[in-house]
């Protein structure tokens, strides 16, 4: 299956050296690129993308809001946002907005790549542990948002379910969380996919998002 991939970023360089990157692989294919969040919104209406590359920093309308907007559609493509410095806090708000993940620009060929097919697959582009860096340092900055409902909706899950989504909010992959609970991966796959089911959330950076938003993990440290 070829992956269909948008480029957004008004750096019109900066999209040619990514489609030759996405060019050369058998199965990616580069079906539509923008240079603002408008004219993404206005491309995505008549074109079938899999996968969104979104800078953040863009005129008309910022990567965030655009992310925003595009993950409230139904069966939206996945968005990776793409950013120039480590730890941006634009960064952080595309996460908050619903993308699955995010890169640094200037990230080897290989990495995105890998980050594109993970992201396709229904995974997350980022591991955990970058995620909870990021939280870690924004996190503090921003106002408390009333998060009650989704610490209600916590309730739902089971106490293995807890236990796992602790671990995952602390950025251990299957394979860690299974050692650790003597699980099989398989069985630890299927309680991740009970969590993200129950909390209405699309991947696992969004368990670290919430659970540091409903003090399940706390910033600088384990819940």
Do not use: W
Not at 12 to 37: C, N, S, W
Not at 125 to 132: C, E, H, L
Not at 163 to 191: C, D, F, W, Y
Request: with cysteine.
């Amino acid at each position: 299956m070829t992956i269909r991939v948008m480029l957004v970023d008004d750096q019109v360089l900066l999209r040619t050296g990514f489609r030759m990157v996405l060019a050369a692989q058998p199965d990616m294919e580069v079906v539509a690129e923008a240079g603002d969040g408008v004219e993404a919104l206005q491309v995505l209406r008549a074109t079938s993308v899999d996968v969104v590359l979104m800078d953040v920093r863009m005129p008309k309308l910022d990567g965030v809001e655009t992310t925003r907007r595009i993950c409230s559609e139904p069966d939206p493509p996945k968005v990776l946002i793409l950013t120039t410095f480590d730890l941006d806090e634009y960064a952080f708000s595309g996460l908050k907005a619903g993308a699955s993940g995010f890169m640094l620009k200037d990230v080897p060929p290989g990495e995105l790549l890998a980050a594109i097919r993970a992201v396709h697959s229904g995974d997350a582009v980022v591991a955990p542990s970058t995620t909870r860096r990021l939280l870690d340092r924004f996190a503090p900055m921003l106002p408390t948002t009333g998060k009650e409902p989704q610490r209600k909706e916590l309730e739902r899950l089971t106490d293995r379910e807890r236990e796992v989504m602790m671990l995952v909010a602390q950025g251990l992959s299957n394979g860690e969380i299974a050692a650790r609970l003597v699980l099989s991966e398989a069985t630890v796959k299927t309680h991740v996919g009970r969590i993200l089911t129950k909390l209405g959330l699309r991947d696992r950076v969004q368990v670290v998002v919430l659970a540091y938003e409903t003090g399940l993990v706390r910033a600088g440290g384990h819940g």
